[in-house]
């Protein structure tokens, strides 16, 4: 099975404006998680998709939203981006392997 | 709440030298155990897991036991490659969904030819 895909790899954007990351997790999953990585925060949490639906989310502001298609496939939009969104944005879907989260190799955006 | 705990790094080791990543958690319930790992420029993958209590989760190595008593799953190599650095994260996950995936801060190691 192929893995999972997050395109763009990388992306450069300026303040104000937003951005939109897709991710296609393994074939048959459901379960679609996204995470921002920084170096002073770490591995943050920010909402998981399951059939279309959120199901869970993490602690950011109301800029950071998500959706998931039919075919398990999941954005993420991040509108009025400001500095401190410069990130590795990963995400992992989780399926057969129960627990098991499976990650693509990221987005990695810059805001100037 | 629900936490986890891991030895900061980074750690410098020469090559064939003995690892050890401390890792404690706090969660409700009975976690599962995961250490995933992150290569320079990629994303997580999984490294190995254990379910549940006095499970060994073993990998490319690498081993790490489901120690119930003391809430623990350190991360052991006998023999670290310079192709070992990288950063490694403890994450206890008490269930489905990756809200209920705890991270830890990660641990980055460099090995020295």
């Known amino acids: 099975k192929a893995g999972v895909t997050q395109t763009p790899r990388y992306l450069i954007k300026t303040r104000g404006q937003q951005v939109t990351l897709s991710c296609s997790p393994i074939s048959g999953h459901r379960s679609v998680s996204w995470y921002q990585q920084t170096p002073g925060q770490g591995l943050q949490f920010l909402f998981e998709y399951f059939s279309e639906t959120q199901r869970n989310k993490g602690n950011f502001p109301g800029r950071f939203s998500g959706r998931q298609f039919s075919n398990s496939r999941s954005e993420m939009n991040v509108s009025t981006l400001e500095l401190g969104d410069s990130a590795l944005y990963l995400c992992?879907?989780?399926?057969?392997?129960?627990?098991?989260?499976?990650f693509g190799p990221g987005t990695r955006l810059l805001v100037l | 709440g629900n936490s986890v705990t891991q030895m900061e790094g980074p750690v410098t080791l020469s090559e064939e030298a003995f690892l050890t990543i401390n890792c404690t958690y706090t969660?409700?319930?009975?976690?599962?155990l995961f250490w995933y790992v992150q290569y320079p420029g990629e994303g997580l993958q999984l490294l190995l897991k254990a379910t549940k209590a006095d499970d060994k989760g073993s990998n490319k190595g690498f081993e790490a036991t489901y120690r119930k008593e003391t809430t623990s799953f350190h991360l052991e190599k006998g023999s670290v490659q310079v192709s070992d650095s990288a950063v490694y994260f403890c994450?206890?996950?008490?269930?489905?969904?990756?809200?209920?995936?705890?991270f830890g801060a990660g641990t980055r190691l460099f090995v020295k030819a």
């Open positions: 994450a206890p996950t008490p269930g489905t969904g990756g809200f209920k995936t705890i």
């Open positions: 969660a409700t319930g009975y976690p599962s």
């Open positions: 992992a879907s989780e399926g057969d392997s129960p627990l098991t989260q499976y």
